[in-house]
């Protein structure tokens, strides 16, 4: 780009994202994005270098994009959608990325404000429509700063700003609204080609702060580690796994929504937080919103916890009442690398007694793996358990660099998974409609990993399936979406169930408000854009059916879709 070209203020946008390091912008247009589809062809003509502008079908499915791009490669991408109603689509997925500390630039047009006299003024009548007092509300409790870009002078500066708060410790989503009649303004030139004003700031705990915690791991005679949002990193990880091998020291992964240690790693005791919780006299607890649930886990009156993560406290949500004995606030993987270093240079005062607690570690991991693998095992049929499926699902992908995506779908355990990053749940905020469009993201970043989203089939309708499919057939994006599908919402009819083990629903033979009988053929939703597809009934067809999903998704590129029948 010249330095003396004037670029029009909504090309200049994507020009100046692209400086920042953002390889792809998720849009969904509207009537507000003229200047921007003018800046862009503006910018093609003169060869300038931008992000990859992709056109998708639906507010959720960019933001669940963006989400799993980030998953993919610890760099923070760009949302561009419409006005208010836009932003009103993407509003969840805001919520999500918030949840799972996502750090990506969201944007949204304002409709304008002028009626008439200024270039970009109101043309058509939902210009009066999707005027709103604060649009931003729609989004600023999920936000870490927003604002509204008033003169073009100010793109690099703003965009900067927004790109360096979304990747500060701890990471999220940043909003900027863009009104129509600025982005029809030329941008000044030089603006553009100005360094970049402002660096992220990243918290890595002091030594003090480690030198306390690794004493008191290291003094305590009965430790255990909760590990829910994953170890941050592959350092963290390899480092997380030396730690408590070296230490003797359970991982309960309670509510998992990545995996922080390999299911195979002999101190991996499962997501039950009994009896460790309990008994544990110091507990780690690695960036965990919820380590376990108040109502039904108690840790020791006397133990002491230690909180570590990017935000340890939880600060976003007003209730969060997890006992603190140290708060280190740290990026998890560097965290845990200094954590390990500062553990091993301290000497062992249970050297003799951690023997023990090893077998006794050793122990209850036997018989729990046992219980898994039975559990499974005893779900083949038709239709089949949940845990069948995601065991097979474990087998077929054995042999790949996979990650599994799960929205309620294919339990993490019966899996076995082993790698950093092999899996991922939705976020603890629920925002449904999450998985696919997740899976997408990632499998665009890395065109090499098979990525296999999970998912009941209520959470497959609400990832809006029509849109995702296009998208990934535009795209040439080959995810595998497996549905684990009982025709209704299972996790609404659990919930009932356990809140009223004897009530009136639970001794109905349906739950009401939670059937999706008749269920949709999601074989043919996928088959209209062109996806390998196939039903599954019984557990004897499984293996068959997921070698040849596979295959056409690495051999033939092409998307594919299984939908599988579990029982209720």
Known sequence: MTEDLAFTSGGAVFARLKRLGVDVVFTNAGTDFPPIIEGLAEADAHDVDLPLAMTIGHEHVAMGMAHGYYFAT?????????TNVGLANGSIGAINAATDHVPLILMSGRTPTTEQGRFGARTVPIGWGQEMRDQAALVREASKWEYELRFPEQVSELLDRAHAIANSTPKGPVYLSLPREVLCEPCPPGVLQADIAMAPATTVAGDDVITRAAAMLVGAARPVVFAQRGAGTQAGFDALARLCDRWSIPVCQYWAVANAISAEHPTSIGHDPMPWLAEADVVLVIDSLAPWAPDLHQPADDSQVIQLGPNPLYSRFPVRNFRTT?????????????????????????????????????????????????TAAAGAGTPMSKDHVSTCIGEAVRSHTCTVLSELGAPMEPLGLTEHGAWRQEPHSGGLGWSLPCAMGMKLADPGRLVVATMGDGSYMFANPVACHQVAEAYEIPVLTIVLNNSGYGAVSQSVRGLYPQGYAAKGDDVPLT?????????????????????VESSNELPGALDRAIHAVTVGRRQALLDVRVER
Do not use: N
């Open 326 to 374: 140290l708060a280190v606030t740290t990026e998890v993987g560097p965290g845990l690398e200094l954590l390990e270093t500062a553990m091993s240079e301290l000497p062992d005062p249970h050297a003799e007694a951690r023997a023990d607690r090893r077998g006794t570690i050793a122990d209850h991991v036997a018989t729990h793996r046992q219980h898994v693998a039975d």
């Open 515 to 535: 059937s999706l009988s008749p269920s949709p053929d999601f074989v043919l939703i996928a088959q209209a854009s062109r996806a390998h597809a196939e039903r």
């Open 74 to 82: 610890g760099r923070s991408q760009a949302v561009m959608l419409h």
